[in-house]
C-alpha cells in the first residue's frame, strides 16, 4: 500500500547512457513533481505535472524529459547521462487544495555515474 | 528569489535534552511552511504544514512554530529515534497548481542515548 513508489532503487550505469526513472502514487493526487537531492542533501525542483499536463519546468538541461501517460505516473528520462547527474532523484504528489498543497515523497533514486 | 536557511547544520543531543531547531525564511507570500524529516537512504516524511504566524502545531515531541520570519521545530526529551535530518520548505506566491516547495539545507539532528 505505498503511497508513491519509485522504480529502480538505486541506478548504476556509464556516462553516454539514456535511462529512465519511474514513479507512480496511489493516492488520487492530481500533481506530481520530480525533486533532485545533490551530494550536501539540498533538494531543488525539477518538474511539475498537473493533470498530465507540464506545469513547472526549472533550469534543468534539456537531456532530461518528464513524461506523465496518465495522472498516477510520472516519469523521467535522461538522455547522455554525465558525471554531475550523479545525485538521489526523489517523486512526489500532491493534492490542490486548500491554502497551501502538501507533498508526499516517494523513497528515492540513487544515481550513480561512472 | 524565495530563499530558506536552516540552523545549525549539524546538533549532538543527549537523549532527553531537549532543544530547537531554526528556520529563517524570505518569500513573497507565503502560502505553507513544511516541515519533513529524512532518514538516511529514505525519502522526507511529512511532518507539519504552519500557514501564519503565531501558529502552533504539535505531534509527540515535536512542536513547530511560526512567525513573519522564521519556524523553530522544538524536540522535547528526544529519544535516539528521533535522529534524522529536518527539512524545512516554503511555498509561497499566488496559488496554482504544482506549486514548488523551496527546501532549506537541513539539520541532522543526531540523540546519543
Known amino acids: ?114 | 528569489e524565495d530563499q530558506v536557511t536552516q540552523s545549525p547544520e549539524a546538533l549532538r543531543l543527549q537523549e532527553g535534552e531537549s532543544s530547537s531547531l531554526n528556520c529563517s525564511y524570505t518569500v513573497s507570500g507565503l502560502r505553507g511552511l513544511f516541515w519533513y524529516r529524512q532518514d538516511p537512504g529514505k525519502g522526507p516524511e511529512f511532518l507539519f504544514t504552519l500557514y501564519s504566524a503565531g501558529e502552533e502545531k504539535e505531534k509527540e515531541r515535536l512542536k513547530a512554530t511560526l512567525t513573519k520570519k522564521e519556524s523553530f521545530l522544538h524536540i522535547t526529551a528526544p529519544k535516539p529515534e528521533d535522529s534524522a535530518t529536518y527539512l524545512c520548505a516554503v511555498q509561497a506566491g499566488r496559488l496554482i497548481s504544482g506549486s514548488r516547495l523551496t527546501f532549506g539545507e537541513g539539520t541532522q539532528l543526531t540523540v546519543n542515548p
Open chain 1, 1 to 114: 500500500d505505498t503511497a508513491v513508489s519509485q522504480t529502480p532503487k538505486y541506478l548504476v550505469t556509464q556516462m553516454g547512457n539514456d535511462k529512465s526513472i519511474k514513479c507512480e502514487q496511489n493516492l488520487g493526487h492530481d500533481t506530481m513533481y520530480w525533486y533532485k537531492q545533490d551530494s550536501k542533501k539540498f533538494l531543488k525542483i525539477m518538474f511539475s505535472y498537473n493533470n498530465k499536463e507540464l506545469i513547472i519546468n526549472e533550469t534543468v538541461p534539456n537531456r532530461f524529459s518528464p513524461k506523465s501517460p496518465d495522472k498516477a505516473h510520472l516519469n523521467l528520462h535522461i538522455n547522455s547521462l554525465e558525471l554531475g547527474d550523479s545525485a538521489v532523484y526523489f517523486c512526489a504528489s500532491s493534492q490542490d487544495r486548500g491554502p497551501s498543497d502538501t507533498q508526499y515523497f516517494g523513497p528515492g533514486t540513487r544515481l550513480t555515474v561512472l
